[in-house]
Nanobody, 120 residues
């Protein structure tokens, strides 16, 4: 019904930048909230940044001032600009969205994830 596809991950040196994209497609009536999570090896998945419809993004303390989340509602796409990357940012980054299929029905969706590796 709805697919989330992430892109933009890769290998970057400490201090470098990457921009992740999450494109949502399918039977979308409204995206209620969309966010980025990450899961490092041996750790639990954690929230990185999230935007509720009509509000400003909120960020995990660990990325404040370095990461910026934005959305293009016309394209149903979310972005995560990551600057001043650190080795501890290394993780698989997942896009998550709560999507309304109509005025009543909504579901939670996850993308397949994209690997971000910060290493010299």
């Amino acid at each position: 019904q709805v697919q989330l596809v992430e892109s933009g991950g890769g290998l970057v040196q400490p201090g470098g930048s990457l921009r992740l994209s999450c494109a949502a497609s399918g039977s979308i009536f409204r995206i209620n909230v969309i966010g980025w999570y990450r899961e490092a090896a041996g750790k639990e998945r954690e929230l990185v940044a999230r935007i509720f419809e009509g509000t400003s993004p909120n960020y995990a303390d660990s990325v404040k001032g370095r990461f910026t989340m934005s959305t293009d509602t016309a394209k149903n796409t979310a972005y995560l600009q990551m600057n001043s990357l650190k080795p501890e940012d290394t993780a698989v980054y997942y896009c998550n969205a709560d999507v309304s299929l109509d005025r009543i029905t909504h579901f939670d969706y996850w993308g397949q994830g994209t690997q971000v590796t910060v290493s010299s």
